[in-house]
């Protein structure tokens, strides 16, 4: 039945302190507390999230082997690629049907984590480098799966980047990087999907365990995004029960035997735990509990075969082709040379805590030879869990080459080289992988290429093949799509959702066991990169087809907006190839000329769309004031500031096909009383959030270059950054201002109060600043 506040709030005052203990400490390894007197439902929780994994035994087992058999689906390394919202909705739902079968209320998953460094061990479970993508990909999912009355479990909230000292490592982030990097990861998928659970993470945030953080937990997640769920706990992530729960964590998981119970009875009766906080706790609990075991049904049967067609065209939506010169889509009267042990058993997915007993599986080699008349020569090519040559080996596979027009290898890193639970340390693939990609393209120069892996790796051997498909890690289907996507059924539509760097030591992030440092700050993946100016291999957002697109006829509905508005962007995409196909259609938006540190361009929105051969479709977004925003430390809110932005259509990250200009207005009020408090250390940068500051910055720049203490080329381009570091103190005392000590407290002074701020407004608009610097000058 469904139960009014009112009246599980009556439930909950019939509870004794010790039931209201339990209840925020799971029953056992995967279900909440049952109260039959009291009518209260336990509820059941299973891994995902690509497919789900309910243990054979579900209240007991807590080991990482999979459970009974259901759909495995792409990764969601693998499907953010799709760039696909309505893909994700549809696996999200084919999942929850599982659920509803298997008597699973809710569903561990998606994870949202920013993928900061490629050499995360979890990166397969996690969607993106970008926080807008992940968030959307993210929430799909979510929406899907809570379709079916299916709660999903948005994780691991916060910052849980690697999986080295996970239990313990402390990520150290600015608060600007923090809110748009990763927070932003979350916002989208809390604030529009809602979903019923979150988890949080095991790692401490600032020196703060994410499991008590009550800044992040409470004051952001309910208190500005508004949510209504529950949060959980990562298995085994409590530090402290009763600190936790004050923060804002309401189950813990899994049992802890008794030991979370009590420390809540004694926290209760010392007050370290109020009874309203408890009671709000058990209430939040309660509200998803009752709601979701109203959802169950009974005798629920999916449709296996239709989930098996969906994960087949999730990967052939999201395979991304990386290369092709020229010898792909293959015809069906060549004859073909498959190579690699994976072919023949692929590595579907990724290992630990989201790793599913699969219903069916196709093998590449199968997928192939069901759709090529001709006979198909196999070579295993390497031992699958050594990265050593066997040269016997490689010696086959060059003879089958040999006896092909076109060879297949199917190469990358098997279930040995990456995994939850630890962190890789190379981004290359196995020697053996390597050693004979060179040998067979020396003799077969129509030498193919497929890359399995669960994150980027370095493709330093990217000349010893004609072409390249990306397919991470691609599910139960993977034999079905990959020889669909060979073959040319499918144009290849997939785009990188990450960036692959020519190398690691051209990564920005690092990976510690304790303090880690999060020094690269905003400038994550693509945004350091293009920033930055370094080459990459291939850009985010890259990626090939089999046809061809054209943009035309950009259009914004304003050419000048306040930020309180919306701008409609509009934009025509032809296919002007010789095949239907899918293309993405990607929108960044660049502020030239910004003072405070940006990225050189930033997605702000996104759209797959089917093209028809022939054929043209109009793209339609709608940017709010976030598209133009930074987070502006001064105030704690989002900030576009005042001046013109770019809005550019591209094919990935670096390439811009189309761009058109919009002036934003910045309404948002400066600092409390407007402006910042002002000390000998504050930098001409932070004076630029103020606007007096501003103005003074500007005349303190301009006195000391026409006195030759500030030369001409420190004014331009990236030079101008080194004046912007400047403090106060040390402008004062290096450009030849006469009595600085003096000088330098005057303006503070009048900087920090609202009388001299006046007073130093009304010099400036009449340039009497001007000579009172001029006179202090040497």
């Known amino acids: 039945m469904k139960y009014t506040d009112e009246q599980i709030k009556a439930i909950i005052k019939k509870m004794t302190i010790k039931q209201k203990a339990q209840l925020c400490c799971g029953r056992d390894g995967w279900s909440t507390e049952q109260f039959d007197a009291l009518g209260i439902p336990s509820i059941t929780v299973s891994d995902g999230p690509h497919g789900l994994r309910k243990k054979a035994n579900d209240t007991q087992e807590l080991g990482l082997q999979s459970g009974i058999a259901s759909t495995c689906f792409p990764t969601s390394a693998t499907t953010a690629c799709s760039w696909d919202e309505q893909l994700l909705r549809d696996i999200g739902a084919a999942i929850g049907e599982e659920c509803l079968q298997e008597d699973v209320q809710v569903l561990l998953g998606p994870g949202a984590n920013i993928k900061r460094t490629p050499l995360c061990g979890r990166n397969f479970e996690y969607f993106s480098e970008d926080p807008m993508l992940s968030s959307h990909m993210a929430g799909a999912l979510i929406t899907g799966v809570q379709s079916k009355g299916v709660g999903a479990c948005l994780k691991h909230f916060l910052a849980n980047n690697q999986e080295t000292n996970r239990y313990k490592a402390n990520s150290v982030i600015s608060q600007r990087a923090l809110r748009e990097i990763y927070l932003a990861s979350f916002e989208y998928a809390v604030r529009n999907s809602r979903p019923d659970t979150i988890m949080c993470s095991y790692n401490r945030l600032n020196g ?5 953080n009550k800044t992040t937990l409470t004051d952001i997640l309910r208190g500005e995004w508004g949510y209504e769920g529950f949060v959980m706990s990562d298995w085994g992530a409590v530090n402290e029960r009763a600190d936790a729960l004050n923060a804002g964590l309401e189950l813990e998981m899994p049992s802890s035997h008794g030991i979370g119970v009590k420390k809540l009875m004694k926290a209760i009766r010392m007050g370290e735990v109020s009874r309203e906080a408890i009671d709000t706790a058990c209430e939040r609990l309660l509200k998803v509990i009752f709601r979701l075991h109203d959802a169950r049904v009974s005798g629920y049967k999916y449709s296996a075969d239709r989930h098996n067609e969906l994960a087949i065209r999730a990967l052939e939506r999201s395979a991304v082709l990386l290369k092709n010169d020229g010898v792909l889509p293959l015809h069906y009267n060549d004859s073909v040379a498959v190579i690699g042990d994976m072919a023949d058993v692929p590595r579907i997915q990724g290992a630990g805590s989201s790793q599913v007993t699969p219903l069916q599986l196709t093998g590449i080699l199968e997928g192939i030879r069901s759709r090529n008349p001709r006979e198909v020569v196999y070579a295993k090519g390497y031992v699958r869990d050594s990265g050593e040559t066997d ?8 003879a089958a080459a040999q006896s092909a027009d076109k060879a297949i290898l199917v190469i990358g890193l098997a279930e040995c080289f990456e995994s939850e639970g630890y962190d890789r340390t190379t981004m290359r693939i196995p020697q053996s992988h390597i050693d004979l990609l060179k040998a067979v393209r020396a003799v077969q120069p129509n030498t193919i290429a497929v890359l399995i892996n669960g994150a980027p790796v370095e493709i330093d ?63 994550v993946g693509y945004r350091y990169y293009t920033t930055r100016k370094i080459p990459v291999r291939f850009p985010f957002g890259y990626g090939l087809s089999y046809t061809s697109f054209e943009y035309r006829d950009l259009t914004l509905s304003a050419q000048s907006i306040r930020d309180t508005d919306r701008l409609k962007v509009e934009v025509m995409v032809c296919n002007t190839g010789s095949m239907d196909g899918a293309e993405v259609v990607q929108l960044y938006v660049r502020k030239p000329d910004s003072n405070v540190k940006r990225p050189l361009r930033e997605l702000r929105a996104f759209a797959k769309v089917d093209v028809p051969q022939g054929e043209k479709r109009t793209v339609t977004f709608e940017l709010d004031k976030r598209a133009f925003s930074y987070y502006d430390t001064n105030v704690n809110d989002w900030r576009a500031e005042s001046g013109m932005y770019i809005i550019e259509i591209c094919s990935d990250c670096e390439t811009v096909i189309l761009d058109a200009a919009v002036k934003v207005e910045d309404t948002l009020p400066k600092a409390a009383g407007g402006r910042i408090t002002v000390d000998r250390n504050t930098t001409f940068r932070e004076l630029m959030q103020d606007d007096v500051g501003r103005q003074l910055v500007e005349t303190m720049m301009a006195a000391a270059s026409s006195s030759g203490m500030l030369p001409e080329d420190m004014l331009q381009g990236d030079a101008i950054e080194m004046v912007y570091q400047t403090p106060l ?15 330098l407290n005057a303006i503070i002074g009048m900087l920090n109060s609202n009388t001299g701020r006046k007073t130093l407004t009304k010099l400036m608009k009449s340039s009497a600043v001007d000579k009172l610097l001029a006179k202090m000058t040497k």
């Open 729 to 743: 103190r040390t402008a004062f005392a290096m450009w030849g201002l006469a009595d600085s000590e003096t000088g």
């Open 208 to 212: 703060v365990y994410c499991s008590e």
């Open 391 to 398: 040269q016997a080996l490689v010696d086959e596979a060059v």
């Open 461 to 523: 051997w990217i000349d010893d093949c004609a072409a390249l498909l990306e397919i991470y890690l691609g599910g139960q289907g993977v034999g079905t799509a990959v020889a669909a996507l060979l073959y040319g059924d499918v144009s290849p539509s997939g785009r990188l959702a990450e960036t692959f760097p020519v190398c690691l030591e051209n990564c920005p992030a690092d990976i510690t066991p304790d303090d880690v440092c999060y020094n690269e700050d905003i400038l």
